[in-house]
Nanobody, 113 residues
Framework: QVQLVESGGGLVQAGGSLRLSCVAS????????MGWYRQAPGKQREFVAL???????NYADSVKGRFTISRDNAKNTVYLQMNSLKPEDTVVYYC???????WGQGTQVTVSS
């Protein structure tokens, strides 16, 4: 079955960096578009970034210039490098196989001011 497992979340000070990872199994990773989303308590899940199977990327305006999405097809992994973190980036981050209903379990990122 399809599994997406995120890791890399944690506590960081404002201005710091974290790198999230999402390892996929049960799919042919290289032919899938992948994305990162995030959700704050009581709010809708929102788009953060995507990377297509061809390597094209797109970002939400709120993270453009600070976050970078990348993929390593040999490792079945998609990454989200997050720099210049702000307290408002404190939410749960989810990996998604785009064009499907498959989500990871989420990883908490907390940015202290």
């Amino acid at each position: 079955q399809v599994q997406l497992v995120e890791s890399g979340g944690g506590l960081v000070q404002a201005g710091g960096s974290l790198r999230l990872s999402c390892v996929a199994s049960g799919i042919i990773f290289s032919i899938n578009d992948m994305g990162w989303y995030r959700q704050a308590p009581g709010k809708q899940r929102e788009f953060v970034a995507l990377i297509t199977k061809g390597g094209t990327t797109n970002y939400a305006d709120s993270v453009k210039g600070r976050f970078t999405i990348s993929r390593d097809n040999a490792k079945n992994t998609v990454y989200l490098q997050m720099n210049s973190l702000k307290p408002e980036d404190t939410v749960v981050y989810y990996c998604k196989r785009l064009h499907s209903s498959y989500w990871g379990q989420g990883t908490q990122v907390t940015v202290s001011s």
